[in-house]
């Protein structure tokens, strides 16, 4: 995931640095904007260090200890707060006007430091009733952060991404039934025993509260294709609804489902060592034509008790103009990575999409940030869904697993997150809804997987405590992404296995505006027309069914080779 607290920033290889010092559009129009715009950089900056800083990544940056970025940051934060005040708003341009008002938003969300998806908040208090839902949120991302970072197995102690990863992997039945038992302890903190008022239930229950009042991510998802909320839901069970035809009839138990769809990470995974996965991370973004160690990307891949416990991205500093020359943005990963396997290499590779999203952006100050989070998350995936390509496996890995394999093990976890977007539409819909039951018919029907309403399965996403409705962004998001993915291969060719030019072609075209472009402008003007599911559903019709013909598969292989070879 991307982080979602913060401001974000710019890149290096599309313009040379002297066509970027005349480039009016990275500037603002009137002088005392550009200087209260200048300032809030530093702030931003100051706010971005301070979070690396909290991580634990680093104890010092740029010669500053945290003392001194602190004070730095009050000192800017302050005078940045009376500046924009004191700004008078007649007579600006309207660009300036909304660059004004988006620092003034953004500045708001600023924290000053603080460990990011690892809160103060503690586990236990999630349990009281009494607790407002802000600090229910945070006691409930904080069970994540004690119990899923230390589940018990096989008498030790493993993490959630492990355990996951060890679903696909485990080939005996027993063994993967004991570590899908494993979460039982984190599901009873987050859901206790699905009682009405578990603390799960009264956190929709708030969630859904403020989400009638300032509108919920499934809302700003909508508004970012240009459909009607309802329809959301409409393509998301028709995404659903193919799969349940392309998956074959077979019920599985939900400790089997990831290891029956895993069989390509199974073959790949003695590959892909847990030393390997940084390495053949930068290969293939050098193969895109970005060059991350150039780019100074920091990275924290190693797990730590007390660290986030999921993977995220973002800025250390936000690029700008420096003395006229663009002096590029510099990101962050964290990651609790105990273990190799192309799972794993697949989320790093997102969050590096991130990465090169972020470093792109070439903006004035004020937008020198995320787009919409369902365009981040969306993005994230164009590169990392080639991992699950043969013709990518071959080049970075020297081996391949069979193409209906690697489908299946990719789809299956997008058709995950289609699931939990569905789910959590729902439950803002009616908050009172039993969460367990809706997750039974939602994996029932469309994942042909058995009942299991006595467990709350469905609670091993941090973002379902963190962000709740944040789900949209993985599920929904999937449509954009494979719309991205046609639209590249048809315009520059095909990218598995890289191609210099990709890069810099959608830095130009897709990346350099920030969050200065909503998403559906953005989306309209690179696709040429609306979004649609046609292409995510071209992706799943690829797959062939569990017990097809030879003929059958080759039809439906050489009707999708022009879109994603
Ligand atoms: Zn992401």
């Not at 005996?172 to 599901?187: Q, S, T, Y």
């Not at 930068?282 to 034509?289: T, V």
């Not at 309209?524 to 799943?540: H, Y």
Request: with cysteine; charged share 20%.
């Amino acid at each position: 995931m991307k982080n979602l607290l913060s401001l974000g920033l710019a890149c290096g290889l599309l313009l040379s640095s002297k066509s970027i010092g005349a480039d009016p559009a990275l500037m603002a129009d009137s002088n005392k904007v550009a200087a209260v715009e200048y300032l809030y950089a530093d702030v931003s900056d100051a706010n971005t260090i301070l979070a690396a800083i909290d991580s634990g990544l680093l104890s010092n940056y740029q010669g500053k200890d945290r003392r001194a970025w602190e004070q730095l940051y009050g000192e800017k934060r302050a005078k940045l707060t009376k500046e924009l005040e004191s700004l008078p708003s007649a007579g600006l341009s309207g660009r300036d006007t909304r660059a004004l008002a988006v620092m003034r938003t953004q500045m708001k969300a600023f924290s000053g430091g603080g460990a990011l998806f690892s809160p103060a908040a503690k586990c236990q208090d999630a349990a009281r009733k009494d607790v407002a839902y802000p600090n229910l949120k945070a006691a409930l991302v904080a069970c994540f952060v004690e119990i899923g970072n230390s589940l018990s197995f096989e008498g030790s102690k493993i993490n959630r991404v492990s355990a996951l990863d060890l679903l696909h992997e485990t080939s005996d039945a027993g063994r993967r039934k004991a570590i899908f038992l494993a979460f039982v302890p984190l599901w009873q903190a987050i859901n206790g025993n699905n009682e009405p008022d578990s603390p799960y239930r009264r956190m929709i229950a708030g969630a859904a509260a403020e989400a009638a009042k300032n509108g919920s991510a499934i809302d700003n998802a909508a508004h970012d294709v240009g459909i009607d909320p309802p329809e959301v839901e409409r393509w998301l069970v028709q995404i659903l609804d193919a799969w349940r035809e392309a998956s074959g009839d077979d019920m599985v138990e939900p400790w089997d489902f990831r290891f029956q769809a895993g069989e390509a990470d199974r073959l790949l995974g003695t590959y892909i060592p847990r030393e390997s996965l940084q390495p053949i991370n930068e290969r293939y973004y050098r193969d895109l034509g970005a060059d991350l160690e150039q780019m100074g990307t920091l990275y924290d891949l190693a797990p730590r008790p007390e660290k986030a416990a999921l993977a995220y991205t973002e800025f250390v500093t936000h690029g700008r103009l420096v003395n006229g020359a663009w002096r590029p943005t510099v990101a962050r990963v964290s990651a609790p990575y105990e273990r190799g396997g192309l799972f794993v290499l697949n989320e790093l590779v997102h969050e590096n999409g991130h990465v090169v999203n972020i470093t792109a952006i070439r903006n004035r100050p004020a937008f020198v940030d995320w787009p919409s989070d369902l365009f981040a998350e969306a993005f994230a995936d164009v590169p990392a869904w080639s991992t699950y390509e043969p013709a990518w496996q071959r080049r970075y890995l020297g081996h391949e697993a069979p193409q209906q394999l690697s489908l299946r093990a990719l789809y299956s976890v997008v058709m995950l997150d289609v699931a939990w977007s569905l789910f959590e539409l729902r439950m803002f819909r009616a908050p009172t809804t039993d969460p367990n039951a809706l997750w039974t018919e939602i994996t029932s029907r469309y994942l042909h997987i058995q009942p299991h309403p006595e467990f709350s399965w469905w609670a091993v996403r941090v973002q379902l405590a963190d962000l709740p409705g944040y789900m949209v962004n993985y599920g929904f998001g999937a449509i954009l992404t494979a719309e991205m993915r046609e639209h590249i291969s048809q315009a520059l060719g095909p990218f598995d296995t890289g191609d210099a030019r990709w890069y810099g072609w959608l830095s130009e075209h897709l990346l350099r505006y920030g969050s200065e472009r909503d998403t559906h402008t953005l989306m309209q003007n690179f696709l040429g027309r609306p979004v649609s599911p046609q292409a995510l559903l071209e992706q799943i019709h690829r797959l062939k069914p569990v017990a097809p013909t030879a003929s059958s598969f080759n039809d439906r292989h050489r009707s999708v080779e022009p879109i994603d070879p």
